[in-house]
């Protein structure tokens, strides 16, 4: 389902928190032991700061009240997850300190890349755990807890967790906008291709080691995100009546019919897994097109950036970050009502897009195959 109408989309959101409501009264225990992610900074739960410490406020603000890894004010969509299905959040496997995966890992970190990195394709500066990185350490995680004794207290799960988690991907994004500005639309479209080739294989080595439930997130509506309005080149004629690139915004969804296409194949291949794929971009359109209609006032402006106007960034000077302007020391700072918004920092949502996006997803209306999540779980409510 594609809500083109406001009513539908209101709809699925009310239905959803009716059956966390009712799901209050139930005992049922949720057939996923653990989530494994995969992904780039959407989902990255502070894998990317624990390998590279540096993050400062005003990041975490809204709901952690803290920076905690989460390039957004709050959490980001495999927060929510975990705490509609009744497991704790992520901890991020670069995370030495303090975690506890028995119920499941985050290979997430920012900037990833599902191609490598290091292929000429792609400038310098993206994170240097890209899919098939995030797949070996879920390889290398395995053996070890194969082979470790599972004795007392420990922080690991039991062996036979692989074959009872959800495995969840979100990422591609860094490889579509990592070069448009340099290679144009047409030149990044001539590799994607090889983008939904990885992940499709990364999936098939996971159910290898046991993995059943795949759930593949497509791409955002990048041509709404303030970021790449003010970076991407356009003309005028390129922006539609809600202020988003329309050039952009339709290769995007050239690239996720081909995903879905792929993910469609490789659901034959695998006939006793369930390979689905997650219309995340539907509910972003809808809120960056509607966002009054949703409790939120801004789609295209970004809550914490510098420069104000229409979009509120600036290119050099992204948030939380300071430097000097005309002798004078300017910071990008947050706005005082996050709540309002859809984009944080003009690349990644809000806390509260984040949660919108996954009482929809969790409705099982953006899912194809068609999937519920309610057959295998006792839905949470999320706060």
């Known amino acids: ?33 653990a989530i494994f992610n995969f992904g780039d ?62 119920q499941g890992a985050n290979f997430a970190t920012l900037a990833s890349t599902v191609r490598l990195p290091q292929t000429s394709l792609f400038v310098t500066g993206v994170s240097p755990f890209s899919l098939d990185i995030q797949l070996r350490q879920m390889k290398e995680f395995k053996a070890k807890v194969d082979e470790l004794p599972h004795k007392g207290k420990t922080s690991l799960p039991s062996p036979d967790i692989f074959g009872k988690s959800l495995y ?25 291709p090889q983008v939904v080739s990885q992940i499709a294989s990364t999936i098939k080595e996971i159910y290898a080691l046991g993995g059943r439930t795949f759930w593949v997130l497509n791409l955002a509506p990048i041509g709404c995100y303030p970021a790449f309005l003010v970076e991407l080149p356009h003309n005028t004629s390129d922006i539609d009546q809600f202020g988003c690139l329309i050039s952009y915004n339709n290769a995007v969804v050239d690239y996720n019919n081909m995903l879905k296409t792929t993910l469609a194949k490789t659901r034959k291949e695998l006939a006793d897994a369930n390979v689905v794929y997650v219309d995340t971009h539907a509910v972003l359109l809808e809120l960056f097109q509607h966002p009054t209609s949703h409790g939120l006032r801004y789609g295209t402006k970004g809550c914490c950036g510098y420069g104000g106007g229409a979009y509120n960034f600036n290119q050099q000077l992204y948030c939380g970050n300071s430097k000097q302007v005309n002798g004078k020391t300017v910071t990008a700072k947050a706005c005082k009502d996050p709540q309002n918004y859809v984009s944080w920092d003009g690349i990644h949502a809000t806390d509260a897009a984040n949660k919108l996006t996954t009482y929809a997803i969790l409705n099982g209306s953006y899912f194809d195959p068609p999937f519920s999540l309610h057959h295998y779980c006792n839905i949470q409510p999320i706060g």
Request: overall charge positive; aromatic content about 14%; hydrophobic content about 40%.
């Open 41 to 102: 900074s959407n989902t990255d739960t502070g894998g990317f700061w624990a390998a590279f410490p540096a993050q400062s406020p005003p990041h975490g603000m809204t709901y952690f009240k803290k920076p905690v890894g989460r390039a957004t004010d709050g959490r980001v969509i495999v927060d929510f997850l975990a705490q509609a299905i009744g497991l704790p959040f992520l901890s991020p496997y670069l995370q030495s300190i303090g975690s506890d995966y028995r």
């Open 168 to 192: 969840t991907f979100y990422i591609g994004q860094n490889d579509f906008t990592g070069n448009l500005a340099r290679l144009g639309i047409s030149g990044v479209k001539e590799f994607l």
């Open 1 to 33: 389902m594609k809500p083109n109408r406001l009513w539908s989309y209101s709809m699925v959101l009310l239905g959803a928190m009716l059956l966390f409501m009712v799901a209050k009264t139930e005992c049922k225990k949720c057939a996923f032991k």
